[in-house]
């Protein structure tokens, strides 16, 4: 018998959080985070992180668990969610996996084995020198040289993937796009229930829009700036989130208050596009358009209603 697993994910601002409570609510589940940046303590509003007043007794894992010089990656990711699920499954719950990182939920629900390599040290430093002194597009191009599929799916900004995919060339003589495509077409190891959460493209904007202004209005600046003076460099994984990366080049003098929140803005709405093109191309899911919907009840309605036909 396949261990049972719902997942609820869509793009930023959709309203994962207050469904995925509901649905938890319902089925008698437990909360796992996979969103790359509320598992960092000390970044609560530039993430949208929730809080402990509106869990609503619903347990949650990897949200504010470690610090923001720490590393986290899709395998530490991995490693810390199928611990919790066991803790879950032996409590008689249900884990849902609830977030927008896509890559962290296929991971788990494909069982994705990542080549546990020697680590190169020299090579990473070597391509984290490069980077500093050419830039992220001229890494970015090295990326395409070797592997064009990997260039096309990885943002040049998004230097620590960069790495990895050569670094994974440079130790196994492998491109990782190729690597990635066979781990995804293994069989999942639960029985799971897939759903996307979308909506309107205009609403979907327009609640992005409304979430960075009401980030501002609760202390985004101040939050960045605290970080800043407490020696979190600007260089550091988790300061390359949405909403800190663009405070702190405020704080820089790079760009002015004005020109951070709109770029913020743009560049949320450029993000959300993203994570759609991605679970477009992820088999066996259930998409849920709000739009087609009345209310949210009905939303929790056609989700549970998913969840009674493939027996979870």
């Excluded at 990711?77 to 927008?100: D, L, R």
């Excluded at 992220?136 to 943002?155: T, Y």
């Excluded at 009905?298 to 989700?303: N, P, T």
Aim: proline residues 3%.
């Amino acid at each position: 018998m396949k261990k049972p697993l719902v997942i609820l994910t869509g793009p930023t601002a959709v309203g994962k959080t207050e469904l995925s409570i509901n649905l938890a609510k319902a089925i008698g589940g437990e909360i796992i985070s996979a969103d790359s940046m509320q598992v960092y303590k000390e970044m609560n509003i530039g993430t949208a992180k929730i809080m402990p007043e509106e869990m609503q007794g619903v347990p949650h894992y990897l949200v504010d668990e470690i610090s923001p010089d720490e590393d986290f990656h899709v395998v530490k990711f991995k490693e810390y969610a199928k611990s919790y699920m066991e803790q879950i499954y032996e409590k008689g719950k249900i884990p849902i996996i609830v977030g927008g990182t896509g890559f962290y939920i296929q991971a788990v629900l494909k069982d994705i084995s990542f080549d546990e390599n020697e680590e190169d040290k020299t090579y990473r430093e070597e391509l984290q020198n490069f980077a500093k002194e050419h830039g992220a597009k001229a890494l970015h191009d090295r990326l395409r040289e070797i592997d064009p599929e990997s260039a096309d799916s990885i943002h040049e900004n998004n230097i620590k993937r960069v790495i990895r995919a050569l670094e994974f060339y440079h130790l196994t003589g492998r491109k990782i796009s190729k690597h990635n495509e066979e781990e995804k077409e293994k069989e999942s190891p639960y029985n799971f229930a897939y759903f996307v959460l979308t909506n309107d493209r205009n609403v979907l904007y327009n609640r992005i829009d409304k979430r960075v202004d009401l980030m501002m209005e609760q202390g985004l600046l101040e939050e960045v700036t605290a970080l800043k003076n407490k020696g979190y460099s600007r260089d550091l994984v988790s300061m390359q989130g949405l909403g800190y990366k663009e405070i702190y080049a405020y704080l820089d003098g790079e760009i002015s208050l004005e020109e951070a929140v709109y770029i913020l803005k743009r560049d949320t709405r450029h993000f959300a596009k993203r994570q759609l093109t991605w679970f477009r191309r992820e088999k066996g899911v259930i998409w849920v358009d709000k739009s087609l919907f009345p209310n949210q009840e009905e939303v929790l309605s056609f989700c549970l209603e998913k969840i009674k036909e493939k027996d979870i």
